[in-house]
């Protein structure tokens, strides 16, 4: 598989899991642990040079995904353990952090 393949196929899933989880007050862990087991096993597989490129962003993804988690299953839960293990940069702690600006957003 092409290796921008890969990265569009890793983007649109970890987009789509914070999509899923987000604002649920209610959430069923069993839904969510081959979706988490194939965020963390895809990043593992893509190279150093390319997370380098875009990991900033998956960090703001992810970490906004980690804090809808944490709000319904809480910090220690292992779903939001695992992911965590992806995030470089904790600094992005709200669900609903979407300030942003995407680079097609910018003159």
Do not use: C
Request: net charge negative.
């Amino acid at each position: 598989m092409h290796i921008y393949t890969k990265i569009y196929e890793y983007a649109a899933s970890a987009g789509a899991f914070e999509g899923y989880v987000y604002g649920k007050e209610k959430i069923n862990p069993e839904e969510l642990n081959n979706w988490v087991d194939n965020i963390v096993t895809g990043y593992q597989h893509l190279p150093a040079d390319v997370l380098k490129e875009f990991q900033t962003s998956l960090d703001r993804t992810l970490g906004r995904a980690v804090s809808s988690l944490t709000a319904a299953l809480g910090e220690s839960h292992p779903l939001v353990s695992k992911l965590k293990t992806v995030i470089a940069d904790p600094g992005t702690q709200s669900a609903n952090d979407f300030q942003f600006k995407k680079w097609f957003e910018e003159s």
